[in-house]
């Protein structure tokens, strides 16, 4: 595989042995440098990935590494190989294990595919800048849901460590995780305490089959599991749950900016109609598109109904993440926009009230299972509907929802 620029290894003593599965994979070219230079090389060779032979003593110049490049754009991989403590929030681990070379090369290869999107959206969007689109600003993990699963002694202290950094949905078993991932937008996988290696070896091979889930960041705190799954994310991380929750947050904060890319691009592609960071559309367009149903309802006749998502407003991360699962889970026939208080309303066409109530509820469950930072906390969105009379217009249909929620928050 070629790519856009080379890899440069940085080591302290001769090349090390991981560089081979590279060459076996045909990934070139491969530059060697010493830490002393490595800041240098990665100015003047612009590469299109890093990849560190770490060591104990390397903690420091680490960090000013990571730093350096965490403000190169495209978004350029580095990858520490074996790291000893808790790494930056942009350094990917990898644990290298033996009879499975392969792996490196999967995991540089899926970082490579994160800066080839970031690349072509960067360019979509100084093509076209009328779009009114562009990438967020803040730290991806900010807008991360991991899926932890365990039962074991260790399970509060990592819900905590994990709760602390991104939202966590914690299931108790590997049936309740599978209907999770179904249903939510998940950015990664903590397995934990409490299974046998069968039950494991099971979940992750129909992780591995499943395309939507192949590139999903899992991370496993057991080291007696070989990782020889088809998922190129996959890593063993054991230790105390604060390294834990440490090293995994790269892995899952590459897959958030993957998806918000994703996201970004289909953007683009309607025309700056979307919302990037949710899916739905923009204000500008709901209004125009509910106007345009209302108006072909009441020459055609058929039903029209609203629903509004209420959140708590000291909760910005539960409104973001409702607007998704909202985005995610919604009738392709029914569209919806954030409102400017942050609530959600969804129109669903050719709907009559008792079939909208009924979808509202099921939108409105999916949302009570995510926690975010405090454990006790949970999103559970105050819902309310109306349905179009034939004496309403879209100002009226909108302002007798308003008046329903105003009376179910008293």
Do not use: C
Not at 33 to 62: G, K, N, T
Not at 228 to 237: Q, S, V
Not at 393 to 402: C, E, V
């Amino acid at each position: 595989m070629s790519q856009q620029g080379p890899i440069i290894v940085v080591s302290t003593a001769e090349r090390p042995s991981f560089v081979n599965a590279l060459d076996e994979a045909k990934m070139f070219p491969v530059i060697d440098a010493a830490w002393a230079d490595a800041a240098h090389a990665i100015e003047q060779l612009r590469p299109a990935a890093v990849l560190l032979a770490m060591s104990e003593s390397d903690e420091r110049r680490l960090e000013v590494l990571a730093k350096q490049i965490g403000a190169r754009q495209p978004y350029l991989p580095l990858i520490a190989i074996d790291p000893k403590t808790s790494l930056p929030p942009n350094v990917l681990p990898f644990s290298q294990t033996k009879g499975h070379s392969d792996r490196l090369a999967a995991r540089l290869r899926a970082a490579l595919r994160v800066r080839a999107l970031h690349a072509t959206v960067m360019r979509r969007l100084d093509g076209d800048p009328d779009t009114h689109t562009t990438l967020p600003d803040t730290d991806p993990v900010r807008d991360a849901t991991v899926l932890l699963i365990g039962r074991g002694s260790a399970y509060p202290a990592l819900s905590v460590s994990l709760g602390e950094r991104m939202g966590v949905v914690g299931a108790l078993s590997i049936e309740a995780a599978a209907k999770h991932l179904n249903l939510l937008e998940i950015d990664g996988i903590v397995l934990g305490e409490g299974f046998s290696a069968r039950v494991v070896d099971a979940f992750l091979t129909v992780l591995s089959e499943d395309a939507r889930f192949r590139n999903l960041p899992v991370v496993v705190t057991s080291e007696r599991l070989t990782p020889a799954y088809d998922l190129p994310n996959l890593e063993i991380i054991s230790g105390e749950p604060e390294r834990i929750a440490a090293n995994a947050l790269p892995l899952i904060r590459q897959h958030v900016f993957e998806v918000h890319l994703g996201r970004t691009l289909r953007a683009i592609d309607a025309g700056g109609l979307l919302d990037s960071r949710t899916g739905l559309l923009t204000s500008a367009a709901f209004n125009r598109d509910f106007a345009t149903s209302v108006y072909q309802t009441l020459s055609r006749g058929g039903g029209l109904s609203v629903a509004r998502f209420a959140f708590d407003p000291a909760r910005e991360r539960a409104q973001l993440d409702g607007a998704r699962i909202i985005s995610r889970l919604m009738r392709q026939m029914d569209f919806g926009a954030v409102q400017d208080d942050g609530s959600v309303i969804v129109a669903f066409s050719e709907t009559d009230l008792r079939t909208a109530h009924m979808i509202a509820r099921r939108l409105a469950s999916v949302m009570r299972h995510t926690s975010y930072g405090n454990r006790d906390a949970r999103s559970e969105p105050v819902v309310t509907l109306a349905t179009m009379l034939p004496s309403d217009s879209a100002k009226s249909l909108l302002a007798r929802l308003y008046e329903e929620s105003r009376r179910a928050a008293s």
